[in-house]
């Protein structure tokens, strides 16, 4: 362990929720299930967001989408993020969990790059036709009752069409319990650098709830100093806390004032990596082998910077069993130190700037024109989401 000296932050209300660390695990497609998200509470504190869930799949009650909306029972409060670009179905998925009773605070998904759902007006695409962007918020809002719904977006489609300001406003003015932003527009994907001062315009324009930023948090100290530099309210935590589960171990102790950092031992990361498995077990009913697949997308961010050699990197990306893992982890050295810089920084795909694809002629109006409707209605055929 190592210190982080912060000073302690307040506590995080999101309507009549209080996070005593002001932290949220951020939606991540493939990524947030039960299992990860039981495994970052296991280190830490916060409100943790399920995977993207369709609303259209939701309402039709597909077996997918059932399943990844179920939460285990130590999990509290629990979240679930929707997708969806239909006022009515979107108000129904809500109206669904409320009525019985799958959650205790709902967000909406505004932010997703993705050029299978942006070329359809679906993610970040949405939000530049503000009265659909109104309507789905609204309905929304009044379909969750006294449950939190907040709504996570980016700045917008690209630099000369900016969605994030006037969308903040339409938000808070739909009564939603908070908004974060992802610093970046859908044509930035994941590249370059999270416009933080973004976040402090947003905080400057929405001053009735809540205001979160998300973008380049790869540590504690990326999360302080994001707070320090731009008056948000609390941090959104992606790609930064891959094969870091204890990044939220961090983030409470830095935010809590204690400022301790962990240092895993390879041994210890080689322990949160079965706990990782273990969990993935779990989640799919007993099923190893989809388990052990599950995992092979983690293998290279948990090891990153450690001395594991390509040999057994490559088995662990092939196991198919608890025993499998358990003997490839049993040939690591667990007493190897923390590698330091090397295991730290920026985790996950970057991708580079491009042109988002969107429907024809989506950019000639704020308003939305009856050609686009057939292609909204094709954006929820798939729950892939970013």
């Known amino acids: 362990m190592s210190t982080l000296f912060a000073p302690p932050a307040p506590a995080l209300s999101i309507g009549p929720l209080r996070l005593d660390v002001p932290v949220v695990l951020a939606p991540m497609a493939g990524i947030t299930n039960t299992a990860f998200r039981r495994l970052c509470r296991e280190y830490g504190a916060g409100l943790y967001v399920s995977e993207m869930i369709t609303s259209r799949a939701l309402v039709e009650r597909t077996p997918e989408s059932m399943r990844l909306i179920r939460h285990h029972e130590s999990e509290t409060p629990r979240s679930i993020q929707l997708y969806g670009v239909d006022p009515k179905t979107v108000a129904e998925a809500v109206t669904m969990l409320v009525a019985e009773d799958r959650a205790d605070h709902i967000d909406l998904n505004f932010g997703c790059p993705v050029p299978k759902v942006t070329r359809k007006g679906g993610g970040a695409a949405l939000p530049w036709k503000t009265e659909l962007f109104r309507q789905i918020v609204e309905g929304a809002v009044k379909a969750a009752g006294p449950l939190p ?12 069409h900016l969605t994030y300001l006037e969308a903040g406003r339409i938000a808070e003015g739909a009564g939603v319990a908070a908004v974060a932003l992802h610093a970046r527009t859908a044509a930035e994907f994941y590249s370059g650098t999270a416009d933080w001062s ?3 315009k947003l905080k400057q324009t929405v001053t009735g709830v809540p205001v979160l930023g998300n973008g380049d948090i790869w540590s504690a100290a990326d999360a302080v100093r994001m707070v320090a530099e731009t008056g948000c309210d609390g941090v959104v935590v992606g790609r930064g806390c891959l094969g870091r589960p204890w990044l939220f171990g961090d983030l409470a102790s830095a935010f809590t004032g204690g400022g301790l950092k962990a240092e895993p031992t390879l041994g210890e990361v080689g322990a949160g990596f079965r706990r990782h498995a ?19 997308k983690h293998v290279a961010w948990y090891f990153k910077g450690y001395a594991v050699g390509g040999e057994i990197r490559a088995a662990l ?3 198919s069993s608890l025993a499998e893992i358990d003997e490839l982890l049993g040939r690591l050295d667990p007493a190897q130190p923390y590698p330091g810089a090397d295991a730290e920084g920026q985790r996950g795909r970057a991708g580079t700037p491009k042109q988002p694809a969107l429907p024809d002629r989506w950019l000639d109006s704020r308003e939305l024109q009856e050609t686009h409707r057939a292609e909204l209605t094709e954006a929820e055929l798939d729950t892939s989401g970013g």
């Open 278 to 296: 273990e969990l993935l077990v779990e989640f799919f009913d007993g099923d190893e082998g989809r388990a052990c697949r599950d995992i092979r």
């Open 317 to 319: 990306a092939q196991a």
């Open 198 to 200: 973004a976040i402090a």
């Open 149 to 160: 719904l907040t709504v996570k977006m980016r700045k917008g489609i690209d630099s000369d």
